[in-house]
């Protein structure tokens, strides 16, 4: 079946944002890879865009303590185990074809993305004593932007695929 008919009023001839918030990490990672090529496909015409927010470093001292947690807790984030740290990831996503590409870890968003008024409201909905275990956490978990793009994209989309990744490029490193 294609899953493309699964998904009612869906155009594939339109520019495609897919969103995965801590998702694709605990799909076996045949699946999680399996699911990544589709989202290549739901743009099939034009563009997709692959936001991904997980996990992304399962390699370190920390990282082997989260995964033995949540393994323990019968909710092991599968595709770690192949995909432990961002390197992995990067091979990966290039591999399938999703270029340009680029994973931005979530201390970098908070330290030079944000403005430090918006530093300062999320600094009161998370009260931490000492920032190292902010630091710790937030150097685990990242944003992934991924794009495939079709040569034969026509010059409109294009320039809307460009305007996104000028933006991007501002503030994020490939």
Same mark, same amino acid.
């Given at each position: ?8 009023? %869906? =155009? ?21 890879? #399996? ?11 034009? %563009?997709?865009?692959?936001?991904? %927010?997980?996990?992304?470093?399962? =390699? =370190? ?36 074809? &999703?270029?340009? %590409? ?32 902010? =630091? ?5 978990? #990242?944003?992934?932007? #991924? ?25 994020? &490193? #490939?």
């Amino acid at each position: 079946m294609n899953l493309l008919q699964l998904i009612p009023l %869906f =155009d594939p001839t339109q520019p495609t944002c897919i969103l995965a918030e801590c998702v694709l990490m605990y799909l076996d990672p045949d699946d999680s890879d #399996a699911v990544l090529r589709m989202c290549q496909q739901l743009g099939s015409h034009t %563009f997709s865009l692959v936001l991904n %927010f997980e996990y992304c470093t399962a =390699d =370190d001292t920390f990282g082997i303590s989260m995964m033995d947690r949540l393994a323990a807790a019968n909710c092991e984030p599968l595709s770690l185990r192949r995909y432990p740290n961002i390197e992995s990831q990067r091979a990966r996503f290039l591999t399938m074809g &999703y270029n340009p %590409f680029y994973i931005i870890p979530l201390l970098y968003i908070f330290d030079v993305v944000l403005s430090p008024q918006d530093r300062r409201r999320v600094e009161k909905l998370e009260m931490f004593d000492e920032y190292e275990e902010w =630091d710790l956490f937030t150097t685990h978990y #990242a944003i992934t932007v #991924a794009f495939h793009v079709k040569q034969s994209t026509d010059s409109a989309v294009r320039s809307m695929f460009d305007t996104v990744l000028h933006s991007l490029q501002r503030f994020c &490193y #490939a």
